[in-house]
């Protein structure tokens, strides 16, 4: 018994690899950075305030570049017209009251609006004398492409 107690002591040691040890430091920062975070609503409202903003005022440059890295649908006419692009009621109402607005000679400031869905945001802004800008963000990428200090 004492014999076996050894040889199965010895075959268990022998079955330990200690030539791949893990670097414990390495492993904890590799977890923390893959942990699931929380993003709040007005995280990502944030976030494509942010993003408005600065294809706002450094114009098509900053657009183009954007529109392939954020994957953003771009739309810019008069109201009237985009409204055909829209399917969704909660847009198509967005579009009545920017027509409205234009048409009474009003400034309109820069908004973010949401989809009915809650899925997609949309960055207004107006450009050229009666047309708008409108920028559309998926809020699945919006999340994905979040500055990571931002996330908690």
Same mark, same amino acid.
């Given at each position: 018994m004492k014999y076996a107690t050894i040889l199965f002591a010895l075959f268990a040691l022998s079955a330990c690899d200690f030539t791949k040890r893990l670097d414990t430091a390495a492993v904890v920062k590799e977890m923390k950075s893959k942990q699931v975070k929380r993003v709040l609503p #007005?995280? $990502? $409202?944030n976030q494509v305030d942010t993003w408005g903003q600065e294809i706002q005022t450094k114009g098509a440059m900053k657009l183009d570049s954007a529109t392939n890295a =954020? #994957?953003?649908t771009v739309r810019i006419g008069a109201p009237a017209s985009l409204k055909t692009s829209f399917k969704d009621a909660k847009m198509i109402e967005m579009m009545d009251a920017l027509d409205y607005s =234009?048409?009474?000679?009003q400034d309109i400031p820069a908004s973010i609006q949401k989809n009915t869905a809650g899925d997609s945001l949309y960055y207004f802004y107006p450009s050229e004398a009666g047309k708008i800008t $409108? =920028?559309?963000f998926a809020k699945n990428i919006v999340i994905q492409n979040m500055d990571r200090p931002l996330i908690k």
């Open positions: #007005q995280d $990502v $409202v =954020l #994957q953003i =234009l048409s009474q000679k $409108v =920028l559309g």
